[in-house]
């Protein structure tokens, strides 16, 4: 299962966005008993292509993509000691496959900010430090390592001249993210886990009071986004955690009321799925409709396997047609048959985002 971290300083408002996008209900600060396990949450990845597609069947089951988020509990750093955020959490940045970033924007006195002031460019820089020293010192370890040794390999050469490489960019304070890999150099980087490497996605955690006013530090973290190519999504933290306490049509309600025309979590959910450069295809029929998660570029015979190994295995061919066409001709197969947008693809045919798609098998 893949998993989002959710990371940033203490008391950004992690474990609210957590919630907003969970609904699990964990603990804020202060009320937090100060215990150290992670909250984790599955969740269905909201798709209204997906609702249709339970419209149209009315299936016995009906089964939706999921991703996981992880919030880590009980950080604590003392920046005048020199404290870092500490190995529990480099540990859970590198077990995370994509990085959701919480920025505090919001002003609460009851909350003390970890440096003393709200500041979300300073704030976002100190978590992307963290990350930096901690993929440097997984590269430093490495290349001692090599560097003892007599002689070295020509396989050990190419590595030590690539994680010098490496090194070089980060010691200018720039995440691996930003190196221009060959797909070689980025598969023998992949046993590293480096942190720097993973995809991140930045919420800045506003006030509900600070709405359509000018949020001081906004615009300079809208800025180092876009500079850094990150999305970033704004939250109303605080208020979007109690909207997603609410029952469904109680949720309707206030957001009619708040002129909010989707959650904060439909979007943030979303957004991680194509972060984690994710896509979904569907099986569709009166037993089950489901939608199952495959990583872009993927092939026909990969949809198969997720589906089973012998699918895999007996592979035929893949009947498919897209969600677009099926609606677009009156979600009859019949008809997208006739019209030949229903095709029979081979192993190798690469699948698109809401194809609905049926293998044909022998074993
Ligand atoms: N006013 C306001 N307060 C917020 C907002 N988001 C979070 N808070 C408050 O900030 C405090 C800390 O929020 P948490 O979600 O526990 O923060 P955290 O990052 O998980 O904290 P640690 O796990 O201790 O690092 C809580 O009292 C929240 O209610 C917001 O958007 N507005
Ligand atoms: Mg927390």
């Not at 529990?88 to 970890?114: C, G, K, M, Q, T």
């Not at 896509?279 to 998660?293: C, H, I, L, Q």
Request: hydrophobic share 40%.
């Amino acid at each position: 299962m893949l998993k989002c971290g959710i990371i940033g300083l203490p008391l950004s408002g992690k474990s609210t966005v957590f919630n907003v996008v969970t609904r699990a209900g964990a603990e804020v600060k202060p009320y937090a008993s100060g215990r150290t396990e992670p909250n984790r949450a599955m969740v269905h990845v909201p798709d209204s292509r997906f609702d249709r597609l339970v419209q149209i069947f009315e299936p016995k089951k009906e089964t939706p993509a999921t991703v996981e988020f992880v919030d880590l509990a009980g950080l604590s750093r003392n920046a005048s000691k020199g404290e870092g955020l500490g190995n529990a959490f480099l540990s859970f940045v590198s077990e995370s496959d994509a990085l959701i970033h919480v920025v505090r924007l919001f002003e609460n006195d009851d909350v003390p900010h970890p440096e003393g002031s709200i500041d979300p460019v300073r704030d976002w820089n100190i978590v992307e430090m963290e990350l930096i020293f901690r993929d440097l010192g997984v590269i430093e370890n490495r290349l001692a390592r090599i560097e003892s040794k007599k002689k070295n390999t020509p396989a050990e050469e190419t590595e030590r001249a690539l994680l010098e490489r490496c090194q070089a960019h980060l010691l200018e304070e720039r995440p691996l993210r930003e190196l221009t890999l060959s797909d070689e150099e980025g598969r023998s980087l992949s046993g590293f886990a480096f942190v720097t490497l993973k995809p991140e996605l930045i919420v800045a955690n506003l006030d509900e009071s600070q709405t359509g006013v000018d949020v001081p530090g906004l615009s300079a973290l809208k800025g180092l986004a876009e500079e850094k190519a990150i999305r970033l999504v704004p939250v109303f933290g605080k208020m979007e955690m109690e909207l997603s306490e609410l029952a469904d049509d109680e949720q309707v309600e206030f957001m009619k009321d708040l002129g909010v025309e989707e959650p904060g979590r439909n979007r943030l959910i979303g957004e991680a799925y194509r972060l984690l450069g994710l896509m979904s295809f569907f099986t569709t029929g009166k037993d089950e409709v489901r939608a199952w998660t495959l990583h872009e570029g993927d092939r026909a015979i990969d949809a198969a396997g997720a589906i089973h190994s012998d699918l895999a295995r007996g592979f035929i061919r893949a009947q498919v047609v897209s969600y677009a066409d099926f609606i677009a001709h009156d979600a009859s197969l019949a008809k997208c048959r006739e019209k030949g947008v229903l095709r029979l693809e081979g192993k190798e045919y690469p699948v698109v985002d809401g194809d609905m798609i049926e293998i044909r098998f022998n074993v």
